[in-house]
């Protein structure tokens, strides 16, 4: 599409086919012409948006770092009108940002240690130094940003910023004397004097800003903790962080709050007095005053004197604190967390072998590191001067011979720690001549070591068994029986692992929310369970929370709330996108797009009558199936966010599916009230008509999915049955019957649909042969639980790579099983 420049009538070409993200408001498109420029395009534009825009690209900020490689805040620069027809406005035009990662990405202990290892403690200070230069540089120029918050700054591996979204922030008009004001704002960012307002009818202030931004960068210098995080020491459930934040209950602080630390955080300790001193001018002085808040100039240069102060251990290059602590609080911490570092260390070069004629004494001596020279990318002033960002590397002497860079802006890269050694190893001595039963048993147990089958304790009982089976080999003749003995120990302990891993299930984690689970799903990739938490009925005015979940660790990577409860969750078959789906509790039902590995927002679907109770995907990941309570299944394009059916349901919708080849739509409904027959029915998108309709179980039916080849559809219901389908027929081809289950409430079709996966009231998970009717295996949770509600399933899914199931209950509790190796189809194994 081509557009035209206001400054200059230019004409600049954008490549529509492929947009860079979308939102509810615009898109954003590469500019074809200008690699470093994009335009953001939006849906329907206003003259408001004009005139704010206007204001913006005439009247810029001194941004600290703006170049052709690097911009720190991504500033409209020009307006864009439409080269055709009546010439109306468009968007605008503004810096490409690439190459960066949302700011929790970084604050977020686990994801920084998968994506950046290399991000050190001085490199998150290098990051808060940044945000603060670009708040000051704003503030200086009379903006304010409104929605601060961490989805709106992005990060690059050195530790510069971007301030995104800036089309939202608020603007004055000196020449109307009018004021544009942020509509939004995010709850945990937002000042006490502001929380629960209508930003809509509010003017911000930059002390409003500066109160989001000490929470930032507490949690850039405290491991992601947020300030107002805590043990509640009150009754009941404890109050969302909005509450907290109104009442001012600080647990740092010196005022007597119902709250106490997490003890996982780190200690306040950790950081230097003066900015301990500032953030209780924030969150305790600024609770009362908030112009006592200290403005981003202060916080830059504190921090600035406070990075400069850091020092590096002794045990890890990587590992920097603060000059005022007496020894390493990450050392400490990494005990804490059972051996987890928060900055792990690079690998060590190879150590230098002593020659035959010398014995081995340790510890060896490493040789010095030789690391190159760091180049910089652009010189930085003192703090006092012009506001620049930190980007000069520095360098650090260690207690040995090596330098390290220090994090400003030079990332150390991997090969920095390795040195350029290239020296043959001496080779081994030739060993004596034993029976030939001596040298089968060290092989024997030798084998027992690289057996690609080992795990934690079959794994270590079957190390310790070769190490002693391969020294006892080697101490001659009159020991070859119990060399031979133990290493016969060492594999059947491996072999013993083998048939375990084939025949029973390995446990993967019990993971505790703080409310009912009604929706699992993996990610394509099947590393990630999503789970959607919504609330009890005594509690459905509290947000729920779309958490994220690490498959084989069972560690939390991200927690999202919602608006309500969130009931529903889907991923898109090609990994791109995550689909939230909330009750109609406080407003309509909705549906929030996300992208599937930063969780940015990017676009909302709204105005559904009902709670949103199922979501499915095409195989495409072009539309979105949205069933509601309210008897209706909605399709929606998910590029350009307009629905392109709606299909009325025969009753309330628990359930749907799409064919493989995207033209048909299956729908499982009913009654939880009336007790009314189960529907299930398909409707083909293409004739918007319906193939068939039937009433197919005794209750309400919950799940429907096809079979690979599309011939046959599934269906699962509350009477406790698994029904199979000729899907252009609607004969009923045969029946699973469960007698066992108190009462079916979910099921889950493996990849290759020859298998089932049920969930249930008495808490089972059973995974069924669809072919034959025989339960194959029950997943029973590992130990027993007094509450009730966790002995009802109500969601499981089965992760598309067939190696895993996670089920979630009613009583908040997701549990990951690892599936029998003998059930995982050969080619996935």
């Not at 690097?70 to 406005?89: K, N, Q, T």
């Not at 989805?151 to 301030?163: A, E, F, H, P, R």
Request: hydrophobic residues 40%; proline residues 9%; charged residues 15%.
């Amino acid at each position: 599409m081509r557009l035209i420049r206001k400054s200059n009538g230019s004409n600049i070409l954008v490549d529509m086919n492929h947009p860079l993200g979308s939102g509810g408001e615009a898109r954003v498109f590469a500019v074809t012409d200008a690699e470093r420029l994009c335009a953001k395009i939006y849906h329907q534009p206003t003259p408001e948006q004009v005139r704010k825009l206007t204001v913006m690209v005439e009247n810029p900020p001194d941004i600290p770092i703006s170049g052709a490689d690097h911009h720190s805040i991504a500033w409209p620069i020009d307006l864009l009108y439409h080269a055709y027809g009546s010439r109306s406005f468009a968007g605008f035009l503004m810096p490409r940002v690439s190459g960066m990662r949302p700011l929790f990405n970084v604050y977020n202990p686990a994801i920084r240690r998968k994506e950046t290892p290399l991000f050190t403690y001085e490199y998150l200070y290098t990051a808060a130094i940044n945000v603060a230069w670009a708040v000051r540089a704003l503030h200086q120029r009379g903006y304010v940003i409104g929605d601060i918050n961490e989805s709106n700054i992005l990060v690059k591996d050195t530790g510069l910023v971007t301030l995104v979204d800036t089309d939202s922030f608020q603007v004055h008009d000196p020449v109307r004397k009018m004021t544009y004001r942020c509509p939004v704002g995010k709850p945990d960012y937002t000042p006490p004097e502001l929380q629960n307002c209508n930003f809509r009818t509010i003017d911000r202030k930059p002390e409003h800003d500066l109160f989001g931004l000490a929470v930032l960068i507490f949690q850039l210098l405290m491991e992601g903790t947020h300030p107002f995080s805590g043990i509640y020491l009150g009754h009941g459930d404890p109050p969302p962080y909005s509450e907290r934040i109104r009442a001012g209950h600080y647990p740092y602080g010196a005022r007597p709050v119902p709250y106490k630390p997490m003890p996982q955080a780190p200690p306040m300790t950790l950081l230097p007095p003066t900015l301990r001193a500032l953030f209780a001018r924030c969150f305790e002085d600024g609770f009362q005053d908030p112009s006592a808040r200290p403005d981003a100039a202060t916080w830059s240069a504190a921090l600035k004197e406070a990075a400069a102060s850091l020092t590096v251990c002794a045990e890890n290059p990587l590992h920097r604190y603060g000059a005022h602590l007496n020894r390493c609080p990450w050392c400490e911490r990494k005990a804490l967390l059972g051996g987890r570092d928060p900055f792990p260390p690079e690998p060590q070069e190879p150590i230098k072998r002593p020659s035959r004629s010398q014995p081995a004494r340790y510890p060896v001596t490493l040789p010095p590191h030789n690391l190159p020279s760091p180049q910089p990318t652009q010189a930085s002033p003192a703090v006092s001067a012009s506001p620049q960002a930190i980007t000069t590397p520095q360098t650090v002497p260690t207690s040995g011979s090596a330098s390290v860079p220090s994090a400003m802006s030079w990332p150390i890269a991997p090969s920095a720690y390795y040195n350029s050694y290239n020296t043959p190893l001496p080779r081994l001595p030739s060993l004596p001549p034993y029976p030939a039963a001596t040298w089968a048993a060290g092989v024997l147990a030798l084998l027992a070591i690289f057996l690609p089958v080992l795990h934690l304790v079959t794994g270590l009982f079957a190390l310790i068994a070769a190490i002693i089976g391969w020294k006892v080999a080697r101490a001659g003749r009159p020991m070859a029986f119990l060399s031979g003995l133990t290493g016969a120990l060492a594999i059947t302990v491996v072999l013993a692992h083998a048939a375990e891993r084939r025949y029973i299930p390995a446990y993967v984690r019990t993971i505790n929310e703080s409310g009912p689970i009604y929706s699992v799903a993996f990610s394509p990739d099947s590393s990630t369970v999503a789970t959607a938490m919504g609330r009890n009925e005594d509690q459905r005015l509290i947000p729920g929370e779309l958490n994220l979940y690490d498959t084989v660790e069972g560690t939390l990577d991200r927690s999202i709330t919602g608006i309500g409860s969130v009931t529903a969750v889907a991923y898109s078959p090609n990994g791109k996108l995550l689909a939230n789906g909330t009750d109609a509790v406080l407003l309509n039902g909705s549906v929030r797009l996300r992208d599937a590995h930063s969780y940015l927002t990017r676009g909302e679907l709204n105005g559904f009558q009902g709670d949103v109770s199922a979501l499915a995907f095409s195989h495409d990941s072009r539309c979105l199936a949205v069933g509601t309570r309210a008897r209706t299944v909605e399709v929606w394009d998910v590029h350009r966010l307009y629905p392109v059916a709606q299909i009325p349901a025969p009753g309330e919708v628990f359930g749907v599916a799409f064919s493989n080849d995207n033209r048909l739509v299956a729908i499982a409904s009913g009654s939880v009230t009336s007790g009314l027959p189960g529907h299930v029915c398909i409707y083909d998108l293409s004739t918007a008509r319906f193939l068939w309709n039937h009433r197919a179980h005794g209750a309400q039916a919950l799940s429907v999915a096809f079979s690979p080849d599309d011939k046959v559809l599934y269906s699962a219901g509350v009477d406790n049955a698994i029904r199979v389908w000729d899907v252009h027929t609607g004969k009923l081809l045969r029946m699973v019957s469960d007698n066992e289950a108190g009462g079916l409430n979910a099921v889950a079709l493996s990849p290759d649909g020859t298998k089932a996966v049920t969930g249930s009231t008495d808490g089972v998970v059973r995974l069924w042969d669809l072919d034959t009717g025989q339960v194959l295996y029950r997943f029973v949770p590992p130990t027993s639980t007094s509450q009730e509600e966790d002995s009802i399933v109500n969601a499981v899914s089965y992760a598309p790579n067939g190696r895993f199931i996670a089920a979630g209950t009613q009583g908040g509790t997701l549990y990951i099983w690892r599936v029998p190796v003998r059930f995982v189809p050969s080619q996935k194994r």
